[in-house]
């Protein structure tokens, strides 16, 4: 098993940024992948951004040129960087991790808003 604890939501006016952190602990084998995913009221879950732990990256195109995703594999922790927020990114942001099952965190909202 794997627990996934998130933090850093909230809420923040339009053009504005937060950052996101997800910390792993639990049985972590090497060649995992982490990540987020977000929803919103409504939709689906959909993909935000993930990386590997060779440092590969993968961005929605929504979020690219504006988020970036980070890990520190020593902590099993993975970030993101959320910048030039935009109403449209208001959603429950929920942590992911994959090895060899796929694990996910509680979600932590985030609200952009004037």
């Known amino acids: 098993q794997v627990q996934l604890v998130e933090s850093g939501g909230g809420s923040v006016q339009p053009g504005g940024a937060l950052r996101l952190s997800c910390a792993a602990s639990g049985r972590i084998f090497r060649g995992n992948t982490m990540g987020w995913y977000r929803q919103a009221p409504g939709k689906q879950r959909d993909l935000v951004a993930t990386i590997t732990s060779s440092g590969s990256s993968n961005y929605a195109d929504s979020v690219k040129d504006r988020f970036t995703i980070s890990r520190d594999n020593a902590k099993n922790t993975v970030y993101l960087q959320m910048n030039s927020l935009k109403p449209e990114d208001t959603a429950v942001y929920y942590c992911?991790?994959?090895?060899?099952?796929?694990?996910w965190g509680q979600g932590t909202q985030v609200t952009v808003s004037s």
């Open positions: 992911y991790f994959r090895n060899f099952n796929t694990y």
